[in-house]
């Protein structure tokens, strides 16, 4: 896919489809293409179009101009449109093109810069929206868009949007190229694989093996590795981009959750394949960040393993030590999620002393109880950090909703004979997982993102086709580079 920026007028422009973009009730913002173009929209916009928000109308250009065809898309009324609704006609307009087979298509800027927004938005909701994942066809899709021609005079403004543009979405695509993937083609292994295929001379990637991690006493991981055959991977990044103290993300890495002992229900369980969902973003800031050689300094940390049943897996009330000395009772085997983030929590504050931490993790079945499909869960301890979390969110549509840490959770999971149990039962199950990892995380400033209900999008949305979002890549990448600005 190329992606270029030319300084000609829509009229101008050879290609397949030219995309206009339309806000409601508005026929005439292209007028200067010409009368017998003007009649043709003014004749769409009496019936079959009307610039609502999403709405497409694909038609043949008229005479006299080098386009092909023309797309019309709406962006819904002038005085709402937001980068969200720009994002979404991106996604709309380049699927609804590429599956009618064209091949270089091209979009007139004039609207969007007149809204004041970005055109990048349009190409970011184009690129993520075309995303396929085509590793397991035999006969792979040959509908495919080559060219991307953004109508616009060229800055230097623009080239850095662009390239930022494509690094993210190139980080996206990684991600949920991971998530998508099987867990027997993704083991703890082939995901250590992945996060060694990112070294750079700015990225540095170590695995720790199982013995090392149990003399680092990570006993509260290791207890969640134990009824696997495939090898445990505690997989650690560090990005140099600054001389500052690093920032650590944690990203859940269970590459298949069975539930262990506590097995899962059969139904649904296929989808447990994306329990490194967390994992996988991480990985996917990193890559950014090495990228564009952002001037921060990051660890990521992906405790890695399999979550499976088996006779020398750990049984309900047992008890594992976490490498901070904590105890904690195993009510439950499928509430493994909070044992290896706890783990790597207390590595990261042990290793780095790094100035915050961000965890990222499918942790809750509940997070989907409370948030459906549409928000992260999260909580934490340092209100700046939340709330500069939640401008992110607010600027990424990756959006976030807080949830409490009343100090009455802590009563939820009081062992009877640990310092700590795994589950703190069916009520408040959301904010008492979150309530675990924040007796680790202790006075290290802190924030947790439960991404169980948008980690995995059961339809398309706008711009996410079915399947793996990969989530919270633009979210934190848009926070790391908020906190340069
Ligand atoms: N990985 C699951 C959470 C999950 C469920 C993610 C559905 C995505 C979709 C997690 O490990 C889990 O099993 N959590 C349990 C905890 C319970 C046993 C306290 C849950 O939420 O049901
Ligand atoms: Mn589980
Ligand atoms: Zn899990």
Redesign the pocket.
Known sequence: MKISVKNISGINCVCDALILLFVEGDSEFYKKFGSAFQKQIRKAFSKEFHGKRNELLLMPAPKGIKPERILLIGLGKKNEVSAENIRQAGGKAAVHLRDKGMKKIAVSTNLISSLKLSPLNFIEGALLNLYKFERYRKEKDNKKINNITILSKTSKRLSDELRLTGAITSSVYFARDLINTPSNDMTPSDLAKAAVSLRQKNLSVKILEKKDTEKLGMGAYLSVAKGSHEPPKFIVLEYKGAKSKPLALIGKS?TF?S?GI?LKPSDGMEK?KY?MAGGAAVLGVLKTASALKLPVNLIGILPATENLPGGSATKPGDIARSITGKTVEII?T????RLIVADAIGYAIKNFKPKAIIDIA?????C?VALGNEAIAMMGNDRKLLDNIKKSADNTFERVWEMPLFDEYKEYIKSDIADIKN?GGKNG?LVTAAYFLYEFAEKTPWVHLDI?GTAWVEKDKPYIPKGASGIGVRLIIDYLRSELR
């Open positions: 269970i959750d539930g506590s447990m329990d439950n499928d509430a493994e999620g499918t942790l809750t079945g509940a989907s589950t199950s169980a």
